[in-house]
């Protein structure tokens, strides 16, 4: 009698405890090394397809996968996924966020240790014939000052183990709250002061389009010619040619490098800098994380074949078209509001309260919770927030959400708001769509009107009304030869306080957002790009 099981393709290796799992409950084939179009041709016969970071799972794969129900990546990482095309086809997409965390952890303490000690080129010196021992003076990680720039889940590990050193903690990260950095023996600071002040810094955020080169010339210019910088995380966060620069330049004393832009690579002018040590992206290369990471996935695509949810979906669950339909457009918007609240928002998140009055209140708003704390997070947490796990990546970082509902709205058929509550007080930006299009409609206190095009920047200016105001940054504009295509003014009372947002065709610099924020009586300027 024919196997009546569903069939799964396992396209890289990957740990036997997780293919023990799968066989448990399918039929597994190992076939290892296929190249794109060979999947393809084969991939109709499967239900699920599991790989690593070696195979790219192609628009082509997953239209000829007509029986797919999940592709798997044994790991963290899916940009070798072509999840848009996955979730057109209504195939689940999964990962295991959290097999690598303590391995990723552990590497970035060992690249710390390694720095501090010289120990590559000791070892290279010693091996050579070369008793070098006065040349490779170390310092103590004892009594020094550990950066770390995100702590989402491998940068809470790295602190946990840092404490064993007897360091300090800095971190940097807007939105875990304060009792969960106390509990991590973690002073949360600005990017700033956590440059100038660490003797160490460690990387652990996603790369995006904000974070990518996020470490260029003006960051390492701030760091102590002592510090030394490690990147386990992603390739592209570090600007490479200043990194090279300022090591060599001595303004920086060492880096260690485990991630690069485009991998495998064997050539980069990283390699020629003694005091820069490279590993081929190991973070995740321990027996322990293998095999975590296998397992995690593998029970999750039995899961999936039982009929139950996947706790690590990367793509967003089956939605109700109609509800899809009404929503999709407060979607966009949601993502537009998170890019505006985060920009304003001072000091250390605590809580997100999210309100939906008018028409949309009658929905099912998961979908919005989602896009917003997902908004809120981007370029800040390494996991993808999605409907599965957004609640529960909020409450790892301390964060209280709050969804509030109301079937009249007095002014719009329909008005999303984002209010964020900070260490430092409430920010909120509130939206709504007409004839598909997104608009701003409240900032704080001020109503307005704003229609955000892609593309485009807003600058907010806080400030007393008084006459003169408008012609005094026209001018600062005008001569930097910057662009204003739309102003908004918002204000409470006559020569009260007020809000100027303009509408920019181009950024503009740090130097000329100085000379706004030096007018008389302008409290803050803040710049978002959309």
């Given at each position: 009698m024919a196997d009546q099981r569903r069939k799964v393709l396992i396209a890289d290796s990957i740990s036997e405890e997780g293919i023990n799992v799968l066989r448990s409950e399918a039929r597994v084939d190992l076939k290892v090394g296929l190249k794109p179009a060979e999947i393809a041709a084969i991939i109709g016969d499967y239900d699920a397809l599991v790989v690593r970071s070696q195979t790219r799972v192609t628009a082509e794969i997953i239209e000829a996968g007509k029986k797919l129900q999940v592709i798997a990546r044994a790991g963290v990482g899916i940009d070798n996924i072509d999840v848009d095309a996955a979730t057109r086809y209504g195939i689940v997409v999964i990962n295991a966020p959290t097999g690598n965390?303590?391995?990723?952890?552990?590497?970035?303490i060992a690249l710390m240790l390694t720095l501090s000690r010289n120990i590559p080129q000791a070892n290279a010196a010693l091996?050579?014939?070369?008793?070098?021992?006065?040349?490779?003076?170390?310092?103590e990680l004892r009594g020094k000052t550990l950066g770390i720039v995100g702590l989402g889940n491998v940068g809470s590990e790295v602190a946990k183990r840092a404490q064993g050193f007897e360091m300090k903690l800095l971190g940097n990260d807007p939105l875990v709250s304060m009792d969960y950095a106390r509990k991590l023996q973690v002073e949360l600071v600005d990017l700033k002061q956590l440059l100038r002040e660490s003797d160490f810094i460690t990387l652990h955020l996603p790369l995006t389009a904000q974070t990518r080169k996020m470490f260029g010339p003006r960051e390492l210019e701030m760091l102590k010619p002592t510090a030394r910088i490690i990147n386990c995380a992603r390739g592209g966060l570090i600007d490479d040619e200043s990194l090279v620069k300022a090591i060599r330049e001595k303004k920086l004393a060492g880096a260690a490098i485990d991630v690069f832009e485009n991998e495998p690579i064997t050539d980069s002018i990283l390699f020629g800098v003694d005091n820069i040590i490279v590993t081929p992206h190991l973070g995740a290369s321990t027996t322990e994380a293998q095999?975590?990471?296998?397992?995690?996935?593998?029970?999750?695509?039995?899961?999936?074949?039982?009929?139950l949810p996947a706790r690590s979906a990367i793509n967003v669950p089956y939605i109700p078209s109609e509800t899809l339909q009404a929503l999709a457009p407060f979607v966009r918007l949601a993502g537009t509001l998170c890019k505006i609240v985060f920009r304003l928002a001072e000091g250390q998140g605590k809580s997100i309260r999210i309100k939906y009055e008018g028409d949309i209140a009658n929905f099912d708003t998961n979908v919005l919770k989602a896009a917003v704390i997902g908004g809120l997070l981007e370029g800040i947490c390494e996991e993808r927030v999605n409907l599965v796990n957004c609640n529960l990546i909020a409450a790892r970082r301390g964060l209280t959400v709050v969804e509030e509902k109301d079937a009249i709205c007095e002014n719009y058929a329909s008005l999303l708001t984002v209010e964020m509550t900070t260490s430092s007080g409430t920010y909120a930006v509130a939206g709504t769509v007409m004839h598909d299009e997104s608009h701003i409609v409240r900032v704080n206190d001020y109503w307005l009107d704003i229609v955000p095009t892609p593309g485009s920047y807003f600058l907010f200016s806080d400030h007393l009304d008084r006459p003169g105001f408008i012609g005094a940054i026209g001018k600062i504009t005008g001569d930097a030869d910057i662009n204003i295509s739309s102003m908004h003014l918002g204000r409470l009372k006559r020569r009260g306080q007020a809000l100027l947002v303009l509408t920019l065709d181009e950024p503009i610099p740090e130097a000329i957002q100085q000379q706004i924020l030096a007018i008389p009586d302008v409290y803050s300027v803040k710049l978002v790009g959309l």
């Open positions: 965390t303590v391995s990723a952890a552990e590497h970035a091996k050579s014939g070369q008793w070098r021992r006065n040349e490779f003076m170390g310092t095999v975590l990471a296998a397992r995690d996935v593998a029970e999750q695509i039995v899961d999936v074949f039982r009929g």
